[in-house]
């Protein structure tokens, strides 16, 4: 019925990580058919001057922005078309461009063909893409003057301007993620480690938006934490919160497991975990992982953390299983220097992968490609006109060898 939501539609309210907007680039201003009338000058010859261009349709990112939300409620995003051209030579005014802020993780998509744009995610503050180019602007009928046509009585109209429909997501930017069932711990950990405050509350799906947080290491270094819902089994096919949010995680360095060892699921928790990401792809199985065996404060969970550890290391042997109790405490610090050298290690295998590409894009084989020869072109403000030799057929009397400058 109208009107009506589920509360899955309102947990997605709260947290905007998705947008379907319309940009539109502006028209490039006509070109003007004007004649030079002052007393005195019989015949003062063609004088129309140049459209302008249309504004542009521009990315740019922003990183004081941490959702799509400011996206919500405008869906259609259109640059100024240019101004007319005017008599007495005068240009028309370019349009103005229009700027749509994202914050950084942003991946720009074609909604209709879902061919990729541009991925923001190692985008510096104030890094912009342009969309869609403005259509350029007409020439008025002083550029068609000649010894033959003293007075031309046509102009170039503007070039119209583009239209693209554009999908935007979001993918929140942490270092590591968190993973595992509802009320298996994960906020109270966040809590612990960071100075995030998520809900915490004695039963399930008390985390209905992603959390982050901010571990800090020394004075230099920080890592930030990423708690999405609890996944549930059935995830993969669209079961619970947990799908929609996986894709956050997605570009972490690093998965944090989570395993409840004083419920009676214990022993399958880790490998229904494993199943509902391997479904999911995105190479998020392929991550490295540390496992934590929550809640061994309970009667009996120290025990299921001694089993469920010793199920890994026979299946995972490089895997590290640390049974800690968030509750009190227990092998906390132990897990928090195991996250922080996990990190670490990540980022330095990360920095030499870079190194290492930046070195071939510069060896002396990659840079006798480049060409060393020059050609003239127009100047600047020409080439943001309408020059096409075609537009000129449309007008009658018109020669496209007197038509345009070349």
């Not at 670490?344 to 990360?350: A, F, T």
């Not at 080439?383 to 060898?401: C, I, L, N, T, Y």
Request: proline share 5%.
């Amino acid at each position: 019925m109208p009107g009506i939501f589920s509360l899955k539609d309102v947990f997605m309210i709260q947290f905007a990580d998705e947008a379907l907007i319309t940009v539109r680039s502006g028209k490039g201003g006509n070109g003007c058919i004007s004649f030079r009338r002052e007393k005195y000058i019989p015949n003062g010859g063609p004088n129309g001057g140049d459209g302008g261009r249309g504004g542009d349709v521009y990315v740019c990112v922003r990183r004081n922005l941490r959702t799509l939300a400011h996206l919500r409620h405008r869906q259609v995003f259109k640059a100024q078309n240019g101004q007319d051209g005017m008599s007495w030579n005068r240009f028309g005014k370019d349009g103005e461009d229009v700027f749509i802020p994202v914050p950084p993780g942003t991946t720009i998509r074609n909604a209709d063909t879902g061919e990729l744009i541009r991925d923001f995610t190692e985008e510096s503050d104030g890094s912009q893409l342009m969309i869609l180019e403005g259509g350029k602007g007409g020439w008025g009928n002083v550029h068609f003057k000649s010894s033959t046509n003293q007075a031309p009585r046509y102009a170039h109209p503007g070039k119209p301007g583009k239209e693209m429909n554009l999908r935007i997501e979001l993918s929140i930017m942490a270092d590591v993620g968190l993973v595992g069932f509802p009320n298996a711990g994960k906020s109270s950990l966040l809590e612990m480690f960071t100075n995030a405050r998520p809900k915490i509350a004695p039963y399930p799906f008390t985390t209905k938006i992603p959390n982050l947080g901010v571990l800090h290491v020394d004075q230099d270094k920080d890592f930030i934490i990423a708690d999405i819902p609890g996944i549930i089994e059935g995830a993969s096919e669209g079961a619970g919160l947990g799908l929609r949010f996986l894709k956050h995680i997605s570009r972490t360095a690093a998965l944090l497991f989570m395993i409840d060892c004083s419920d009676t699921n214990y022993l399958s928790a880790y490998s229904s975990l494993k199943t509902e990401l391997e479904k999911y792809g995105r190479g998020l199985l392929e991550k490295p992982r540390i496992v934590l065996c929550n809640k061994i404060d309970v009667e009996g969970a120290a025990e299921h953390a001694e089993e469920v550890a010793a199920q890994i290391k026979a299946e995972e042997p490089d895997t590290a299983v640390i049974a800690v109790s968030v509750l009190e405490r227990k092998n906390i610090e132990n897990a928090r220097r195991s996250i922080i050298s996990l990190v670490e290690k990540m980022d330095l295998l990360s920095s030499a992968e870079k190194n290492q590409d930046s070195d071939s894009k510069n060896s002396p084989d990659s840079s006798n490609s480049t060409s060393t020869g020059t050609s003239s072109a127009k100047s600047s403000f020409l080439a943001s006109r309408s020059v096409d030799s075609s537009m000129e057929e449309q007008f009658p009397g018109s020669d496209p060898s007197e038509g345009a400058y070349s």
